[in-house]
Nanobody, 115 residues
């Protein structure tokens, strides 16, 4: 059973940075299709970034150029580096993974951007 656990969220001011981490257990992160999503109150879930097992990354338009997804195979972890954060980035951020056609979600972590 694959499990995903996010960490690294919190409260920061506009313009600052945060790095989210998603630790994968029960599976090899290098063999999973991994992604990050977020959901703000009253809004639909939004795709942020995806990383294939081959290392190809894709980004949503709202975060392109500011967010970077990466993978640390030694720690079985996927990161989301978030720079130049804006108040509209405030949301619950979820890690997602797909392995053998099954989808797995982390529990989510709050990110709040406020002065």
């Amino acid at each position: 059973q694959v499990q995903l656990v996010e960490s690294g969220g919190g409260l920061v001011q506009p313009g600052e940075s945060l790095r989210l981490s998603c630790v994968v257990s029960g599976g090899n992160v290098s063999r999973l299709l991994m992604a990050w999503y977020r959901q703000a109150p009253g809004k639909q879930r939004e795709f942020l970034a995806q990383l294939t097992s081959g290392g190809r990354s894709v980004y949503g338009d709202s975060v392109k150029g500011r967010f970077t997804i990466s993978r640390d195979n030694a720690k079985n972890t996927v990161h989301l580096q978030m720079n130049a954060l804006k108040p509209e980035d405030t949301a619950i951020y979820h890690c997602w993974g797909r392995y053998n056609l099954l989808d797995y979600w982390g529990q989510g972590i709050q990110v709040t951007i406020s002065s």
